[in-house]
Antibody, heavy 127, light 109 residues
Framework: QVQLQESGPGLVKPSQTLSLTCTVSSGSISSGGYYWSWVRQPAGKGLEWIGR???????NYNPSLRSRITISLDTSKNQFSLNLSSVTAADTAVYYC???????????????????WGQGTLVTVPT | SALTQPASVSGSPGQSITISCTGTSSDVGGYNYVSWYQQHPGKAPKLKIY???NRPSGVSRRFSGSKSGNTASLTISGLQAEDEADYYC??????????FGGGTKVTVL
């Protein structure tokens, strides 16, 4: 049963770059043809998809965050990472990594779901 | 923009409840790519339904999904105390991105 674990600083100063890593265990990040995603959740609020990366390094990002996001992959460490630049207090949230399971159809549309998820890590950006 | 879910739904043990997830023809109505997640306080979300109606291995048959037009629904039958949690829907969109619903708090009376 694959497991995911987020790690990174719990406090990031405004205007700096938030950097998180997700370590995948009990399974290879390169096998199975999966995407790997980041999702965040501000305290008391709903979920927001941030972006995903495929095993070939190709990425898809949430358009609302695209200009500030970089997601990368390190297959030798079985990890993928999130960099979010120019952070503000609005970026304070619990950040989750998740395996992104899905299928591309001939039309180009993509059916996907997240399973499993990491336990999440709280990142605070002070005002 | 986010899919629309009711803020809260409640029911007594043993009853059935239904949570709605309303979008547009550009997301929920245009694709059968709706999934549902359960989230207990302080915990990570867990997948309950994918592709509108499909239940992953290990998920109770008490959870079922459906869709009509631009609205998807999650039904929990035989409500149990352990079902008390927040529930979120998601859908693929015509912009090739993914959108979540605002979440619904389920209370077992």
């Amino acid at each position: 049963q694959v497991q995911l674990q987020e790690s990174g600083p719990g406090l990031v100063k405004p205007s700096q770059t938030l950097s998180l890593t997700c370590t995948v265990s009990s399974g290879s990040i390169s096998s199975g043809g999966y995407y790997w995603s980041w999702v965040r959740q501000p305290a008391g609020k709903g979920l927001e998809w941030i972006g995903r990366i495929y095993t070939d390094g190709s990425t898809n990002y949430n358009p609302s965050l695209r200009s500030r996001i970089t997601i990368s992959l390190d297959t030798s460490k079985n990890q993928f990472s999130l960099n979010l630049s120019s952070v503000t207090a609005a970026d304070t949230a619990v950040y989750y990594c998740a395996r992104d399971v899905g299928y591309y159809y001939a039309s180009g549309s993509y059916s996907n779901w997240f399973d499993p998820w990491g336990q999440g890590t709280l990142v605070t950006v002070p005002t | 923009s986010a899919l629309t879910q009711p803020a809260s739904v409640s029911g007594s043990p043993g009853q059935s409840i239904t949570i709605s997830c309303t979008g547009t023809s550009s997301d929920v109505g245009g694709y059968n790519y709706v999934s549902w997640y359960q989230q207990h306080p302080g915990k990570a979300p867990k997948l309950k339904i994918y592709d509108v109606t499909n239940r992953p291995s290990g998920v109770s048959r008490r959870f079922s999904g459906s869709k009509s037009g631009n609205t998807a629904s999650l039904t929990i039958s035989g409500l149990q105390a352990e079902d008390e949690a927040d529930y979120y829907c998601t859908s693929y969109t015509s912009s090739s991105t993914l959108v979540f619903g605002g979440g619904t708090k389920v209370t077992v009376l």
